[in-house]
Antibody, heavy 122, light 111 residues
Framework: QITLKESGPTLVKPTQTLTLTCTFS??????????VGWIRQPPGKALEWLAL???????RYSPSLKSRLTISKDTSKNQVVLTMTNMDPVDTATYYC??????????????WGQGTLVAVSS | QSVLTQPPSVSGAPGQRVTISCTGS?????????VHWYQQLPGTAPKVLIY???NRPSGVPDRFSGSRSGTSASLAITGLQAEDEADYYC???????????FGAGTKVTVL
């Protein structure tokens, strides 16, 4: 049974760095073809893909946020960490981590965490 | 502004059939990349409904079906039920952005 859970601060101040941890079980991030991604959703708005890390440590980032994001994994701890620098109130959102599987042409997100709401305010 | 365009809302009476379009371009759907669909019930995390254009994960009713043609994809819900009231998102890959993209979402209302 695959489960994922996000953890991190619920409130950060503008200009601070956000660090979120995704702790998962039921799979290994060293298994070929597996990835873990981060997706966010501002209140009342659409989903936005942020980053994806693969079993071989390949990393992909949203082009619009690439300069602010870093994704890393600790396979032994079954964790993936996302950092986002220079936080702004527009970054207020629910942040989800998700297990990613390759379809026939690209990856999709087949298991999701419950999400964690992060507010950015002074 | 998403590179995948979805109608903001669709509605139908119980038992009816509704479709949700997802229109892309030659750098995403038109390039042959899979389209995946997610259902997000109010207050919950998204759940994959259709993967790789037309495949249903175990447990998803066969009332849900997906298709892809050219630069567009569609999700169809037949025999609409009250429990289908949710937001639906399409997702694919865009090679000009070198990244994964979601549509802006479609809210399905059961009348």
């Amino acid at each position: 049974q695959i489960t994922l859970k996000e953890s991190g601060p619920t409130l950060v101040k503008p200009t601070q760095t956000l660090t979120l941890t995704c702790t998962f079980s039921g799979f290994s991030l060293s298994t070929i073809g597996v990835g873990v991604g981060w997706i966010r959703q501002p209140p009342g708005k659409a989903l936005e893909w942020l980053a994806l890390i693969f079993w071989d440590d390949d990393k992909r980032y949203s082009p619009s946020l690439k300069s602010r994001l870093t994704i890393s994994k600790d396979t032994s701890k079954n964790q993936v960490v996302l950092t986002m620098t220079n936080m702004d109130p527009v970054d207020t959102a629910t942040y989800y981590c998700a297990h990613s599987t390759y379809g026939s042409q690209n990856y999709y997100f087949d298991y999701w965490g419950q999400g964690t709401l992060v507010a950015v305010s002074s | 502004q998403s590179v995948l365009t979805q109608p903001p809302s669709v509605s139908g009476a119980p038992g009816q059939r509704v479709t949700i379009s997802c229109t892309g371009s030659s750098s995403n759907i038109g390039a042959g990349y899979d389209v995946h669909w997610y259902q997000q019930l109010p207050g919950t995390a998204p759940k994959v409904l259709i993967y790789s254009n037309n495949n249903r994960p175990s447990g998803v009713p066969d009332r849900f079906s997906g298709s892809r043609s050219g630069t567009s994809a569609s999700l169809a819900i037949t025999g609409l039920q009250a429990e289908d009231e949710a937001d639906y998102y399409c997702q694919s890959y865009d090679n000009s952005l070198s990244g994964y993209v979601f549509g802006a979402g479609t809210k399905v209302t059961v009348l």
